[in-house]
């Protein structure tokens, strides 16, 4: 009997794992192969195209395995971005289009499949392509998640290059187009969020008293919507103290805090604040 | 280095001494398993709702689950510790100390006589080494915090894991006669506690080396086991159950009756 006993156990081992792959299994091959994405997506200049080639093979027969499964589709995805990050643009673009043309009755895929041609064509430097895209995403897919952060993430993009004219036009974009939508839903969480993106937008642009003044609207507005809005207030009081050195603002500020989120989990660090604040008071001759 | 000669040379003489580590290891083991398998089916049944509900879904998600078998694992490990590694010392401290070789079974029966003594002693040293442990924790918070240490905060884990470390050796050593004295001279708790202190104090670094060679090799098992994230991220995420092996293999097979079989000697053998 002793001897049976390791092959008998081994045995009951692999019954209990199961035979087809389940769930746990699907993430694990997923896993594997995204470590060999990553490990392109840190260095496409210096991977071998054939390299290339081989996780995007890899990737394309996941996916054709595990057609029910979300990590599939995550599969597709990475195809494109690996074809993005290897500057073969137009490979990129024919398998997003594949996506959008698989993936029609779900908006927030295509949505996103759109925002990516759209990159595509700007880091191609296609300008006038990679617009027509954005367009169509906002006009096709208008209650996309892509579509609400997308005029944000042109005042982003426009900072990072320094084009401040192009950034200053894009943050009125912005501005006029979430107003709209908080306008549209007022004390919504949808409001509250697109006024958040007003107030995110100003802070991109290092407008903090834009951004202070947002902050304090927003919190003027929501206050009696039962939303909370802790965060709003402890950034409110950041800004002023660390961008807009008004101390007193930031104290008065965090004592609102204190008061109407006693049990905020801001609480310790605006008490932190607060008290180096006094010290820096008795400090001063 | 004499002292673990002779309980090497103690545990050849009397093999049956270790097969009580045998079975803990294998409990171990068994634990363990369970604990991998518990997000694939047939498991998952059983298993997934109670981690799901105590620890959150995403530990039933690869590679985030390995993260959860480390810690379950050190818990399934410090509970089997207390009531059945005990149990398995005392059991060895009889078998060693039995003059008539072939009286295994009252050896056993000798410990499971003890067994509400031993677990006793053996929880007492749990909430010893549990209150040192948040101690050490708090220090070395409270050190990294105050700013003192703010250039090296990278380093706080690893100096609070060699904090822990320390405190756990000195604590085992001051109560690591506890078990063998409950079963060579029949005591109870308090009683043996103290004789055990006393021994300890009669040759404090004999002891601490007898207690702490022995674990040194086992510290960086333990420093491993502390950071799965960091093996995850890494080396690859199995490499997590391989640690928690390693673990198994040299804390219930190696560690455990080396200290178990010294300390009974120096017990029997206080001029050793």
């Given at each position: 009997?002793?001897?049976y006993l390791i092959p008998i156990t081994l045995l009951a081992l692999f019954l209990a794992q199961g035979c087809t792959p389940d769930r746990y299994a ?260 | ?28 083991f068994l634990?363990l398993v369970l604990i991998v398998l518990a997000p694939r089916p047939p498991l998952n049944r059983l298993l997934a ?224």
């Open positions: 009997m002793k001897k699907i993430e694990r091959t997923y896993w594997r192969i995204n470590q060999q994405t990553k490990s392109i997506l840190d260095n496409p200049n210096g991977t071998p195209p054939v390299e290339v080639t081989r996780v995007v093979e890899l990737l394309r027969n996941f996916s054709g395995s595990h057609p029910g499964s979300k990590l599939s589709l995550k599969a597709e995805f990475d195809i494109a971005n690996l074809y993005l990050a290897t500057k073969e643009y137009a490979l990129a673009r024919e398998q997003l289009t594949s996506i959008r043309d698989r993936f029609k009755e779900h908006e927030g895929i295509c949505a996103e499949a759109r925002f990516l041609t759209g990159i595509s064509y700007q880091r191609e430097g296609k300008l006038s392509e990679s617009a027509q895209e954005f367009t169509r995403l906002i006009t096709d897919y208008p209650e996309s998640y892509r579509a609400f952060v997308l005029p944000h993430y042109f005042v982003q993009y426009y900072v990072a290059r320094g084009m401040d004219i192009e950034a200053s036009q894009a943050l009125k974009n912005a501005i006029t187009y979430y107003a709209g939508i908080a306008e549209k839903h007022p004390e919504t969480k949808m409001g509250l969020t697109a006024d958040l993106f007003i107030a995110k937008c100003h802070s991109e642009m290092k407008d903090w008293q834009a951004a202070a003044d947002e902050f304090a609207r927003i919190f003027e507005t929501y206050r009696s919507s039962g939303f909370n809005l802790e965060g709003v207030l402890f950034n409110e009081a950041l800004i002023y103290l660390k961008e807009l050195k008004d101390v007193n603002k930031a104290r008065e500020i965090l004592a609102i805090l204190v008061e109407t989120y006693p049990e905020s989990r801001y609480i310790k660090t605006a008490f932190k604040y607060t008290s180096l604040l006094e010290q820096k008071e008795k400090d001063r001759p | 280095m004499d002292v673990f000669e002779k309980a090497i040379r103690s545990i050849k003489e009397r093999p049956a001494s270790y097969y009580p580590f045998i079975c803990v290891a294998c409990l171990e634990f709702p109670p981690i799901s509900a105590f620890y959150g879904p995403q530990y039933l998600h690869y590679p985030a689950h390995y993260i959860l078998v480390a810690y379950l694992f050190f818990m399934a490990q410090l509970w089997l510790s207390i009531f059945v590694g005990s149990f398995a010392t005392g059991t060895s401290v009889a078998f060693l100390t039995h003059t008539r070789k072939k009286a295994d079974f009252e050896a056993v029966v000798s410990a499971l006589k003890k067994y509400s003594t031993i677990v006793g002693t053996s929880l007492c040293t749990a909430m010893v080494l549990f209150i040192f442990s948040k101690l050490a924790a708090w220090f070395t918070m409270n050190l990294a915090a105050s700013g003192y240490w703010m250039q090296i905060r990278t380093w706080v884990i690893p100096i609070l894991i060699l904090t822990r470390f320390i405190f756990t050796i000195i604590i085992h050593a001051y109560l690591v006669f506890a078990i063998p004295v409950i079963i060579v001279e029949r005591s109870g708790i308090i009683k043996s506690l103290r004789r055990s202190i006393r021994l300890c104090r009669q040759h404090f670094s004999a002891t601490v080396a007898m207690v702490g060679m022995p674990m040194f090799v086992l510290f960086p098992i333990v420093m491993l086991q502390n950071r799965p994230a960091y093996i995850i991220d890494h080396i690859f995420p199995e490499a997590v159950l391989l640690v928690c092996i390693a673990n198994i293999l040299v804390s219930s097979l190696v560690v455990a009756p080396v200290i178990t079989a010294a300390a009974t000697l120096r017990v029997t053998e206080p001029k050793l």
